[in-house]
C-alpha cells in the first residue's frame, strides 16, 4: 500500500480518535491513590483493555505490578515468521496542578486553535491513541503485517517502578524483536525526530554538620564554623566560572552528533531573562544531552521570613546529577560524594544519602529499525529527514529494557513537541501531530516488516 493510502485511512479515523481521547482524558488517571482515587486508575485500565479487546488483541492481561499499579498487555498476532514489535505507552498522568489556573479543565479535552487540551492529551493517552490509529489503518491496508505486543502502563509519572520490577519479574513478555516507546516526542512540531539518547541521573542529599547547635551570629559569628556557608563554599565548588559542571574526576561526556539546538531558539524555550546568559560550555545540545549537568534542587535553611540571628550548625541540600550516555550513574555518585567531601572547608563533616539513580540510555541508530523509521518519518512528513536528538530528562523503562533486552532495537517517538507543554498547565497535543505520528508508525511497521 502506498503511504497516501495509510495518511488517508489515518485522516478519516481522525474524528473517532478525538471521541476516544476524549473520553480516556476524562479519567484522572494520576497513579498518586493519597490524592487522587484509585477507581480512577483502574477506570482507565480497565477503558484500555476493552479498547484492545475491541482490537482483536488476545492474551489481554490487566497486571498488577509491583508498586501497586496496573499495566494493561495484549498480544496481536501477525503473519507467520513475522518479527515482534512492541508498542509503549502509558495511561497514567501527571497531576493537574493549579487546576484552576487552566483555561479548561483538565480532564475535559477541549480544542482550541487548532489543539486539543487536557491532561494526558500529549503525555502518554494521546501515545496510546497514535499506536490504534497506526493499527487499524494498516487493517484497512490489508493487515497489520507484525506481531504486535501492546504495553500501556499506569505509573510512568510516579517514577515508582511497577512494570519495570514486572517485566524483570517476568522477562518474556515485553521481549520483541524492536519497541517503539511512544512517549517522547518532535523537537518542534512538524519536525520528525527520534530521540537517541537519555540521560540518567543520580540524587543526592548532602548535609553538612559544623556545630553541636544554632549559635548567636553577634557574640559567635566570625569565629564559628557556619554549616550553611561551608554548603555554599560546596556547592560552588561544583561549577566552573562559565557555570559548567565540575565533578572532580567526572569527564564531561561526549560530542554531539545528532540536531543542534540554536542558542536563539534554547534562550526563548528556556524564557531566559535579557541580559542573562547561559551556562556551560560547547553547543547546548552537547550541553543539555550529551554533558553531565549539576542542579541543587533543594536546600535546607531557615526561610527568610521568621529568622534569627543564627550562625547554623546544619544545613542540607539535594543535589541532582544529570549523566549523560557512556557514564555510570553509579560511578557519577560516588565522584560526586567525593567531590563534595574534598571540597568541604573547615573540616566541616559532610553526610550523604543517595535518593535516586537511573543509568543513562543511547540507542543504537545504524540498524534497520532505524532505517525503516528514517523512510516512514520521510513519508509522513513530506519534505522532511528524521533528525535524531536527546533528551536530558530519564526514562527509567528504556534502561531495564535495553538491558533485559540488549539485541533490541529502541525507538522513542511521540507527541510530546514544546508546545505540548506536557507537565504544565494547558497541555494539548496538536491533532495534526497524532495523525501524522500514527501515519509514522503505520507506515515504520510496514517497512520493519518487509525487512
Ligand atoms: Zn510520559
Redesign the pocket.
Known amino acids: 500500500m502506498p503511504p497516501n493510502s495509510i495518511a488517508e485511512t489515518v485522516a478519516s479515523l481522525m474524528p473517532r480518535a478525538k471521541e476516544e481521547l476524549t473520553e480516556l482524558v476524562a479519567f484522572r488517571s494520576v497513579a498518586e491513590f493519597t490524592t487522587f482515587p484509585r477507581s480512577e486508575s483502574e477506570a482507565a485500565a480497565t477503558w484500555v483493555a476493552t479498547t484492545l479487546r475491541n482490537e482483536g488483541f488476545r492474551d489481554i492481561a490487566v497486571l498488577d505490578t509491583p508498586d501497586g499499579t496496573q499495566s494493561v498487555y495484549g498480544f496481536l498476532p501477525g503473519p507467520q515468521d513475522a518479527p515482534t514489535v512492541l508498542l509503549y505507552a502509558?495511561y497514567d498522568v501527571q497531576p493537574p496542578l493549579d487546576e484552576a489556573a487552566w483555561t479548561t479543565p483538565p480532564f475535559e479535552l477541549t480544542e482550541r486553535d487548532g489543539r486539543w487540551y487536557g491532561r494526558g492529551t500529549a503525555?502518554?493517552k494521546g501515545?496510546f491513541i497514535m499506536h490504534l490509529l497506526a493499527l487499524r489503518a494498516l487493517r484497512a491496508a490489508g493487515g497489520v503485517p507484525v506481531n504486535v505486543k501492546m504495553i500501556v502502563e499506569g505509573s510512568?509519572?510516579q517514577g515508582t517502578g511497577g512494570l519495570e520490577r514486572y517485566a524483570e519479574q517476568h522477562p518474556e513478555l515485553l521481549r520483541a524483536d524492536t519497541m517503539v516507546i511512544g512517549?517522547a516526542g518532535n523537537f518542534r512540531a512538524g519536525l520528525p525526530t527520534v530521540t537517541v539518547s537519555l540521560r540518567g541521573m543520580t540524587l543526592l542529599r548532602v548535609r553538612v554538620d559544623t556545630l553541636e547547635g544554632n549559635l548567636h551570629s553577634g557574640q559567635f559569628g566570625g569565629a564559628a564554623p557556619d554549616a550553611l556557608a561551608a554548603l555554599v563554599r560546596i556547592l560552588d565548588s561544583l561549577r566552573a566560572d562559565d557555570g559548567s559542571t565540575t565533578v572532580d574526576g567526572l569527564v564531561d561526556g561526549v560530542a554531539w552528533e545528532g540536531l543542534q539546538y540554536p542558542e536563539e531558539d534554547f534562550r526563548r524555550d528556556a524564557k531566559v531573562l535579557d541580559g542573562v546568559a547561559l551556562i556551560g560550555s560547547g553547543t547546548v545540545a552537547e550541553r543539555i544531552w550529551s554533558r553531565p549537568a549539576v542542579t541543587v534542587i533543594g536546600i535546607d535553611c531557615p526561610p527568610v521570613v521568621g529568622a534569627t540571628p543564627s550562625v547554623q550548625a546544619s544545613a542540607r541540600a539535594l543535589v541532582s546529577l544529570r549523566v549523560p550516555p557512556g557514564l555510570d550513574s553509579t560511578e557519577a555518585t560516588k565522584l560526586l560524594a567525593a567531590h563534595c567531601e574534598a571540597h568541604a572547608p573547615w573540616g566541616a563533616r559532610v553526610h550523604f544519602e543517595q535518593t535516586g539513580q537511573g543509568q543513562p540510555f543511547g540507542a543504537h541508530t545504524t540498524s534497520p529499525a532505524y532505517a525503516a523509521m528514517a523512510r516512514a518519518m520521510s513519508e509522513a512528513y513530506p519534505g522532511q529527514e528524521m533528525q535524531y536528538a536527546g533528551q536530558g530528562g530519564s526514562?527509567p523503562l528504556c534502561n531495564t529494557l535495553a538491558q533485559l533486552y540488549p539485541e533490541t532495537d529502541i525507538l522513542l517517538i511521540?507527541l510530546?513537541e514544546p508546545e505540548a507543554r506536557?507537565h504544565a498547565v494547558d497541555e494539548s497535543v496538536s491533532p495534526q501531530e497524532l495523525e501524522s505520528m500514527a501515519v509514522t508508525v503505520a507506515l515504520f511497521l510496514q517497512h520493519y516488516a518487509q525487512g
Open positions: 502509558h503525555d502518554c501515545g510512568e509519572e512517549d526514562i511521540g510530546s506536557i
